[in-house]
């Protein structure tokens, strides 16, 4: 079956725009989370939607928004951006809610570069 | 609040030696405990997992064991391979589900010279 599929890849945006980023998950997941990628601060947990609902959100400004529509797919959008959310962005999707021992399948992921 | 360390690299062998990537962890209660991979250009790959104390979790010729007296969750593999270059990330989960999602290491950066 189809993996977790992000789109776009690879990005480019200059300071002050906003992007949106998209992902779906792998099918009968209901369970989709971000994480940022970065060299200096490593992966760090942006929010989880189940369900079309945030459950979980790390601790991100309030630029860093997204939302899940009824067929489990997400998206996260990025206002105002500055050079230090130049990251990869991941997301990851699992069956039920978010608990111990159930494993998150990730996709490959939305490179962005802020100029 | 939860935290994992991990030795950074990079960690260069030569193939076929031994290998072990150290993983440490701060955490309440009894997490979950897990080991993914990220190839150049890829997402994360889960390798293996552990739920519960004294657990090992084992998987391509990697394993690790779940010591909750040490906090320790060190992956080990007794002959690498060119191909095991990647990077490695060793991960909890809070026990029951938890606010604040996986929490990961900086990832180590496994470099294997034929």
């Known amino acids: 079956k189809a993996g977790v599929t992000q789109t776009p890849r690879y990005l480019i945006k200059t300071r002050g725009q906003q992007v949106t980023l998209s992902c779906s998950p792998i099918?009968?997941?209901?369970?989709v989370s971000w994480y940022q990628q970065t060299p200096g601060q490593g992966l760090q947990f942006l929010f989880e939607y189940f369900s079309e609902t945030q459950r979980n959100k790390g601790n991100f400004p309030g630029r860093f928004s997204g939302r899940q529509f009824s067929n489990s797919r997400s998206e996260m959008n990025v206002s105002t951006l500055e050079l230090g959310d130049s990251a990869l962005y991941l997301c990851?999707?699992?069956?039920?809610?978010?608990?111990?021992?159930?494993?998150?399948?990730f996709g490959a992921g939305s490179r962005l570069t802020v100029l | 609040g939860n935290s994992v360390t991990q030795m950074e690299g990079p960690v260069t062998l030569s193939e076929e030696a031994f290998l072990t990537i150290n993983c440490t962890y701060t955490a309440t209660g009894y997490p979950s405990l897990f080991w993914y991979v990220q190839y150049p250009g890829e997402g994360l790959q889960l390798l293996l997992k552990?739920?519960?104390?004294?657990d090992k979790g084992s998987n391509k010729g990697f394993e690790a064991t779940y010591r909750k007296e040490t906090t320790s969750f060190h992956l080990e593999k007794g002959s690498v391979q060119v191909s095991d270059s990647a990077v490695y990330f060793c991960?909890?989960?809070?026990?029951?589900?938890?606010?604040?999602?996986?929490?990961f290491g900086k990832g180590t950066h496994l470099i294997i010279q034929p």
């Open positions: 991960a909890l989960s809070r026990s029951g589900g938890g606010a604040d999602g996986l929490t």
């Open positions: 990851a999707s699992t069956l039920a809610g978010f608990a111990g021992a159930n494993v998150l399948t």
């Open positions: 552990a739920t519960k104390a004294d």
């Open positions: 099918s009968g997941h209901r369970s």
